[in-house]
Structures are given as C-alpha cells and as structure tokens.
C-alpha cells in the first residue's frame, strides 16, 4: 500500500543528489569555459592587439604586420620570445 510513497527510503536521496551534483558539475564547466575565453584576451599584449586592429581595418598590409609583429614578439634580447608569454 507505500509503493507510490516516494518520501521514504534511500531512493530519492540519491536521486536528489546526482541531481544536484550533474547541476554543480554543469555550472563549473560553464565557468571554466567563460572564463577561459574572457582569459585568452589577457594573454596578448596590448600592442599586439592593436597592431592585429589596424590589420584588421586595412591600415596596414600583410608584409608590415608580419615585419612589426615579429618584432613585437622579440624579447629585449632580440631572442624570440615564447608566444604565451
């Protein structure tokens, strides 16, 4: 007669929890993603962005945005530098 009684026993608690728990693991990896999209911006400098701007615009042509982003990517040492660097 407490078959359709679903308040009782360990059933709905693991069920509420795996429901809860897919809803927490969903939000971090929208986190994780938003985050990593608004960090990926960061990681170029500000001239860099601006010199990729003005290619974009037209301002400037290919052979001058290679030539100044090479040396935009130069460390003082005029080594190469790493690009996430």
């Not at 608690?13 to 929208?30: E, N």
């Not at 994780?32 to 042509?61: F, K, Q």
């Amino acid at each position: 007669m407490f078959w359709w009684n679903w308040g009782s026993g360990w059933g709905p608690g693991i069920a509420g929890g795996i429901f809860w728990l897919v809803i927490v693991i969903g939000a971090v990896i929208l986190l994780r993603r938003e985050v990593g999209h608004a960090g990926h911006g960061g990681r170029t400098s500000p001239a860099l962005r601006l010199l990729e701007e003005r290619y974009a615009r037209g301002e400037i042509g290919r052979d001058e945005f290679l030539e100044r982003r090479a040396v935009l990517r130069q460390g003082p040492s005029g080594e190469p530098r790493r690009p996430d660097a």
